[in-house]
């Protein structure tokens, strides 16, 4: 049950930022106790690892790097201690030198430099990617086209294809030209086999333009540049980053080179620089005035209660896909049954995170919530300050979005008497949904940079707090392994799938298919 706070007691601003939880479900003393218990030395031994480059990710063994793409373009935003160092190579500069790289390489292309064989300049890019390495480019280029951004927007068109169904790839290629199409193979691993069947298919489409257009097309962004380079990609156009970087941790570095190509290299910078902020502000505040560790504390204590739901709803369309992106950089990171030290934790580990942006989901699943037995928390995003003109549209938007905070948290007709009244009793909303708010002043590369890092230092800090790792998915692979057993007992394949009910219904799929 919430418990209501004087106004502004869990109000945090950084930045282009501010949250309010003065409707969550803890108390002050809750908050104070924080600072000195184990969860929080916990968390902080695993801040000060992430940053000094320890190995944070212990069933791979691996530090985790994905802040050190935005520290290498921000270096004075971080303590002199902050270091990433594998095997003897400095993964910063790493990331500098390919920054740099990928820097000038966009570059030649918007300026007309780089050409295609017949000495025409490039209109479109594709990219090709699945995960992580699909769902934070589609954000960044659905949020920033929809942005009034000075410079190179327009310039070049974007489609992506991360799905192995064809009618994906069908779609995406039916309005591209295969003699002036860029193509971004976007693979961690460079073994994904999602992404390198869809590769086979462009490969085939770029020759059809003739033989000397595949070569000049290509990009890769790995962190397997060997493996790339067999795939027939020029070192000059394989744009690196560490093993270190987990893929749904990755688009703040060169698996976004298409999105730089589109937007152009000074947007993708101011992204970058917001991300940095938070960075900073998590190595330099305490915990309970941390705005991200605030909002997984608010988590944490919610699942202690067992509400394991996390309703989003931003009130600003242009952030339609953020829930999409968010969902596998949450989910798939604390969707963990067992934690470090390898014993079972008996309780859900993740809320559940769903939504819609508002005012759409308050025609839709709002009313279960309003009235409902489901246990969620209810967490709204709204942004103060609009790219448009239309004063009143804004008002109603944001009214709307502070009368639903209001409506979760307080309810109508609740009373005992009420409730037990059968002539009022099917109005009654009970209320007492644990509330938060989060506001940008403005959505700009820097506030989107800001909120996505923000999100990141969340979902790790809900996962240092009950000693999980949110740095590997091992269901993910499970998943790809009986994909890989089962598929040659597809047609034209025989069937002999292990699995009695998996064989029935190949069978079916044989049968239905002649």
Known sequence: MPITMSPGQLSRSIGPLHINLDRQSYS?????????????LR???FIDGLFRGAVVNPTEQRAAGHWSLRAAFRRSEYPDFVELTVDGRDELELARTVQAQMNAFVEQVQSGVYTNPDGETYNSVLHLGIGGSDLGPRLLHDVFSRLELPGVHGQLNIRFVANVDFHEMKAALASLNPKRTLVLIASKSFSTKETLHNAQHIFNWLDTAGPAYREKALLAATCKPGKAAEFGIPPARIFEFSETV???????????ISIRLVHGNAVFDELLAGAACIDNHVLSTRSTDCVPILLALSDFYNLKVGIDSLLLSPYDSRLGMLIPYLQQLWMESLGKGVGIDGVPIPRSTCPILWGDVGTNGQHAFFQLMHQGRNASTVELVAVLKPNHSEAASHRILLSHALAQAEAFSVGRLNSPQEMADPTVNYKSCPGQRPVQMVFLDELTPYSLGALLSLWEHRTCALGAMQNINPFDQWGVELGKVIAEQIEPNLPPGENRAENPITAHLIDHFINRGR
Do not use: A, I, T
């Open 246 to 256: 987990g893929g749904r941790y990755s688009l703040w570095g060169p698996v976004s």
């Open 28 to 40: 002050l003393q809750m908050l104070n106790d924080f600072e000195s218990s184990q969860e929080n």
């Open 43 to 45: 968390l902080r031994d």
